[in-house]
């Protein structure tokens, strides 16, 4: 379902009704309702400045992200479209029902650590000086996941903003940090690093690469710096050259803090 820079193009262009606030998130967030759809809402207006990214909105990235997602073809992000609203225009995301039972990423101490299905990322002492190892799920939604995340150069890949749907699927939430000419890759997804990447892997990467020369390049041109999008393209193409899921570098932490 297309979206572009100023809005849905379908039936979501109702009026936008708040229905409460989710007071853990860092910038103004809100749940709400279109037309008796559940809804994010995160208007531009209640966004905190970042020194770090000064360019833009974080509420355009959250819209780029959902739009390479789309080239991806792997839903990894809930639809997502910038709209007005009571606040003004903000990001819109749809509400996504997760199953509480499930976890896609987890801190374990060493006696629970799983023998299988799992990839082990940092290992660490916690507040009361036990050894823990942080690990996330060995899947194949995880590893899309992960791919996104090195192309989007996403800087926070918390464990909370990985989504574990009932069916099994993953969806990854809150992208407003994303798509920096610089690298600045955070994620607790490092468990699959140095791992080759398979077929319909590269083809999807491959994809988005071929799609940023044609009408996503165009559409993300309204959302992201012309910086950016280069980046982005050498990112692809990076990542096409070295068919590898990457290792940290720089002098930055690899990890987002918090982890979840």
């Not at 849905?8 to 853990?24: H, K, Q, S, Y």
């Not at 999807?204 to 996503?216: C, I, M, N, P, Q």
Request: hydrophobic content about 40%.
């Amino acid at each position: 379902m297309a979206i572009d820079a100023n809005g849905p193009v379908d039936a979501f262009d109702a009026e936008l009704i708040i229905t409460g606030r989710i007071t853990t998130a860092s910038n103004a967030t809100f749940l709400a309702q279109i037309g008796g759809t559940a809804v994010v809402y995160k208007p531009v207006a209640g966004e905190n400045p970042l020194w770090d990214f000064p360019d833009g909105t974080l509420a355009q990235r959250e819209a780029a992200a959902y739009l390479v997602s789309e080239a991806f073809g792997w839903n990894v992000v809930p639809r997502t479209w910038l709209r007005s609203g009571p606040m003004g225009v903000g990001m819109v995301q749809l509400w996504q029902d997760i199953d509480p039972e499930q976890d896609a990423v987890d801190l374990v101490t060493a006696d629970r650590l799983p023998e299988s299905g799992w990839r082990r990322v940092l290992d660490g002492t916690d507040e009361e000086d036990r050894e823990v190892t942080l690990i996330h799920e060995d899947t194949d939604a995880l590893r899309r996941m992960a791919i996104f995340d090195v192309v989007a150069n996403n800087a926070d890949r918390k464990g909370g903003h990985i989504l574990a749907m009932p069916d099994g699927h993953r969806h990854g939430v809150d992208h407003g940090l994303t798509f920096h000419a610089e690298h600045k890759l955070r994620t607790v997804l490092w468990g699959f690093t140095g791992d080759e990447l398979r077929p319909d892997e590269i083809a999807a990467v491959d994809r988005v690469r071929t799609s940023l020369y044609a009408e996503l390049g165009d559409t993300l041109s309204e959302l992201i710096t012309s910086d950016e999008l280069d980046a982005l393209d050498a990112r692809c193409d990076r990542l096409l050259r070295t068919t590898r899921f990457p290792a940290p570098r720089g002098h930055m932490p690899a990890v987002p803090w918090p982890l979840f």
